[in-house]
């Protein structure tokens, strides 16, 4: 198994390359970037992982909340296709395999039917354009009132029909309304990605590593069930002070994780 961290955890004061190396000398394998829209900045990128000597598995698309691919205004939803594509063709510049995708944002004046059928045809439509350019598309759980158990997630992304669409598992957003275990074991074939944080069940929010309620020796159990051995991406806060020392600690904490004992 790898080591990830979302380029947003680290350090905001950093450039690129630094960015890329603190989390290098961390233990990280890779990092997760977000869309890049330009050629040139894409190169540079590349060029700077390169150079750090660290993998860059997956992009997290950055459009997807303010245009929802299931919006029913078609101008915005048009949006949302535009900044995938962008976001897949950031993938194949830096050699990522993987892109994080928020299907739907379910929304009080939409119909829940509405929401599924507009978010469907915009994921088949970019399920296509992505098989074309060799990249796979990872259907992220999120607080989006939307595929809320393993078996509609399922349906979905069956009902894209194309084995470009798996899932990108998040063991944190998973715990307010599900047991992560169970989803992995139940999905485990479809499983692309896993990003992880902790969530505390009593007070509602986001931990750092460990210092949560996810049953994290469960959660490895059920990813070694179902034979997955990619990346486990950390996307967490940094702290107020010396912000570098939680790139470290998420490393540590992810080492005992993935050791499972």
């Not at 739907?104 to 978010?119: D, I, L, P």
Request: with cysteine.
């Amino acid at each position: 198994m790898k080591k990830g961290i979302c380029i947003g955890c680290l350090p905001r004061d950093l450039s690129v390359a630094d960015k890329f190396a603190l989390a290098k000398r961390a233990g990280f394998d890779g990092v997760e970037i977000n869309t890049l829209e330009s050629e040139a900045e894409r190169d540079s990128v590349a060029a700077a992982a390169r150079a750090a000597r660290i993998e860059l598995p997956s992009v997290m698309a950055s459009g997807h909340w303010k245009f929802p691919l299931s919006s029913e205004d078609d101008e915005i939803r048009q949006q949302g296709l535009a900044n995938l594509r962008a976001s897949i063709d950031t993938a194949v510049a830096v050699g990522a395999s993987v892109v994080l995708v928020v299907p739907a944002v379910v929304q009080e004046n939409q119909s829940y039917a509405s929401t599924w059928e507009r978010s469907l045809a915009s994921m088949r439509e970019l399920a296509a354009y992505a098989k074309a350019r060799g990249v796979r598309l990872g259907v992220e759980n999120v607080w989006n009132r939307f595929l809320l158990t393993p078996r509609e997630m399922r349906q979905f992304i069956e009902a894209i029909g194309s084995d470009a669409v798996g899932l990108y598992f998040d063991c944190g957003n998973l715990m307010a309304y599900g047991y992560p275990q169970q989803w992995i074991r139940d999905l485990g074939d479809l499983l692309l990605k896993v990003h992880v944080k902790d969530y505390d069940t009593n007070l509602r929010q986001f931990r750092h590593l460990l210092q949560g309620s996810v049953p994290w020796k469960e959660v490895r159990a059920a990813l070694a069930a179902v034979g997955y051995d990619d990346y486990l991406t950390v996307e967490l806060p940094l702290y107020p002070h010396y912000p570098d020392q939680m790139v470290f600690d998420a490393s540590h904490h992810l080492d005992r994780i993935i050791a499972g004992e």
